[in-house]
């Protein structure tokens, strides 16, 4: 089968394109990204000449530009990802994550081909008590989450209304090697690495359901090959954390691995202001997949944060490049006035 992967050069989609090649000799992979702040070639460099893999540039709001892709499923993990540029500007997220998504359907629903829509489970806003499970309504508070509940509305109607063989996932915060350093685990990382302060938004008491991407990645891949058209499967990792322990958790490895002093890595710690419509706790049920599909979550927390700790001091290049340019204009614009610059 040749699979349309959307956004492979993304932090998920690059470990999902790895996971695939690895898990499926029989699949051939097309990687469609446009390379936007968050695409990065390197994160699939080793594969850049593997038989069945291949990289297009492009936009999937493009019509013409998928219209001339040959291929029999799709995986869509592209879109703007990050909660906090969406509060500073939505149109990007309007665009690729709402048009871009429509872009796709349509042409599932002309080839009668199959879509895994990647969604989140920020779609469900926020909790106070008990999990979110698939029936649960959908609240999204910011404009990212938004976007995303907009394009999975998109693909129920057309499962709905044209009988397209599309099924939705919704996980969790992901954690793992290549991912962008603007979102918390990374930033923390880097940060606590090269001495810098480290922005707690709040009381640093919101809590995140953590999984680490591979044992997301294996659940795309179980719900692309079992999973029922027109169903929502739930993705969790049953690892609900307060970010201030996250944090904390991430200074005593660092300060384990480097030999550096671990109060002085405390003394990085920066309350600084919220995130206008900060949610405060997300929590998933992730009993579907379990009971239907037979996944499991592998990857215990505290193993795969020390790995991803590790990953992240012996690819201090991979990221050092990436905080130059535009990441330091948004890095600015979205901490100067919270750190007092
Ligand atoms: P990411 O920001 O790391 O990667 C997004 C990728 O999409 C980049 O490679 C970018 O170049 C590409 N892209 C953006 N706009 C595009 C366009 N118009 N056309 C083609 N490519 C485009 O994001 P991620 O964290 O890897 O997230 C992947 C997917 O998983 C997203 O749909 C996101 O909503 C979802 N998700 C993420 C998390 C998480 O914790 N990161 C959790 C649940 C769901
Ligand atoms: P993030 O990684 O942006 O994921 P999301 O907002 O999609 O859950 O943030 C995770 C949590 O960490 C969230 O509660 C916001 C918080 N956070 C900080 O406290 N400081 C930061 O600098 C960042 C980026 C996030």
């Not at 350093?181 to 480290?198: D, F, R, Y």
């Not at 640093?204 to 692309?224: C, Q, T, Y």
């Not at 990953?311 to 990221?319: C, L, T």
């Amino acid at each position: 089968m040749k699979i349309l992967v959307t956004g492979g050069a993304g932090f998920i989609g690059s470990n999902f394109i790895r996971l695939l090649l690895q898990q499926h000799p029989e699949h051939k992979i097309i990687n469609l990204d446009l390379l936007t702040y968050a695409g990065n070639l390197e994160n699939l460099k080793d594969l850049s000449s593997h038989p069945c893999y291949s990289f297009v540039r492009g936009d999937i709001c493009d019509a013409g530009v998928v219209e001339d892709l040959q291929f029999d499923a799709i995986i869509h993990f592209a879109a703007e990802s990050h909660v906090d540029r969406s509060i500073l500007d939505s149109s990007p997220f309007l665009q690729t994550n709402i048009m871009g998504t429509k872009n796709l359907l349509e042409a599932a629903r002309r080839r009668g081909c199959r879509m895994v829509h990647v969604s989140t489970d920020e779609v469900y806003g926020s909790i106070t008590q008990g999990l979110f499970t698939e029936a649960s309504p959908l609240s999204p508070n910011s404009p990212y989450a938004a976007s995303k509940a907009s394009s999975d509305l998109f693909a129920r109607a057309y499962y709905e209304t044209y009988g397209t063989e599309v099924v939705i996932t919704r996980c969790s915060n992901n954690y793992g090697p290549y991912q962008f350093p603007e979102k918390l685990i990374p930033l923390m990382i880097s940060h606590a690495m090269t001495g810098k302060a480290l922005p707690v938004y709040g009381d640093g008491k919101n809590v995140r359901d953590w999984i680490h991407v591979h044992d997301h990645n294996r659940a795309v891949d179980l719900v692309f090959h079992k999973g029922r058209a027109g169903e929502v499967y739930n993705i969790g990792g049953r690892n609900e954390q307060q970010n201030i322990d996250i944090i904390r958790k991430i200074l005593s490895v660092v300060a384990e691995i480097q030999g550096t002093d671990p109060e002085r890595l405390n003394g990085l710690i920066t309350y600084v202001k919220d995130r206008p419509g900060h949610d405060r706790r997300y929590a998933i049920d992730p009993v579907k997949l379990e009971s239907e599909l037979g996944w499991k979550a592998e990857v215990a927390f505290d193993e795969g944060i020390a790995a991803t700790v590790r990953w992240y001091i012996e690819n201090k290049d991979w990221w050092s490049r990436i905080l130059s340019g535009e990441y330091m204009k948004y890095y600015e614009t979205q901490y100067g006035q919270r750190l007092g610059k």
